[in-house]
């Protein structure tokens, strides 16, 4: 099954390159920047749940040790971040829309911190399924 588990993650990291490098600029493109950013915040939670679930899955059907942990390790930072970030980010935003100009530097400490997360999370998914599928 680490053939299957490898497709997992191979749908997911098409997923997590198509939707922030096609989706998300072609949606502030023909929308006005009030109704994208709404559009992406409605979104952007399902993204961290279905990736975290897909990692969850990926690491139930591995079945080896160290593939598995890792794939869990990477399915709950993006379970996190969907359950902590992303709530503290929208409220952040909500506030600074509100004129709370402090809500800015809320933002801006955990915005980078989700954007490093998934950026992370790629990269450990390519080397999983290297590993799963005999490329060490």
Same mark, same amino acid.
């Given at each position: %099954?680490? &053939?299957l588990a $490898?497709?997992?993650? !191979? !749908?997911?990291?098409?997923? %997590?390159?198509?939707?922030?490098? =096609?989706? @998300?600029?072609? =949606?502030?493109?023909?929308?006005?920047?009030?109704?994208?950013?709404?559009?992406?915040?409605?979104?952007?939670?399902? #993204?961290?749940?279905?990736?975290?679930?897909?990692? /969850? /899955? !990926?690491? @139930?059907? $591995?079945?080896?040790?160290? &593939?598995?942990?890792?794939? @869990? $390790?990477?399915? $709950? %930072? *993006? /379970? +996190?971040?969907?359950?902590?970030? =992303?709530?503290?980010?929208?409220?952040?935003?909500?506030? *600074?829309?509100?004129?709370?100009?402090? +809500?800015?530097?809320?933002?801006?400490?955990?915005?980078?911190?989700?954007?490093? !997360?998934?950026?992370? &999370? *790629?990269?450990?998914?390519?080397?999983? +399924?290297?590993?799963?599928?005999? #490329?060490?």
């Amino acid at each position: %099954m680490p &053939e299957l588990a $490898a497709l997992v993650i !191979a !749908a997911s990291l098409g997923a %997590m390159v198509f939707f922030p490098s =096609i989706v @998300a600029p072609t =949606i502030f493109r023909i929308l006005p920047e009030d109704k994208a950013g709404l559009f992406l915040r409605a979104v952007f939670p399902n #993204y961290f749940l279905i990736n975290g679930v897909a990692a /969850l /899955l !990926a690491a @139930a059907i $591995a079945f080896r040790p160290l &593939e598995s942990g890792l794939l @869990a $390790a990477c399915a $709950a %930072m *993006m /379970l +996190a971040v969907r359950i902590v970030a =992303i709530p503290i980010i929208n409220n952040a935003r909500d506030l *600074m829309l509100s004129g709370d100009v402090a +809500a800015k530097d809320q933002s801006n400490l955990w915005h980078p911190g989700t954007v490093i !997360a998934n950026t992370a &999370e *790629m990269i450990i998914l390519v080397i999983i +399924a290297c590993l799963l599928l005999g #490329y060490d």
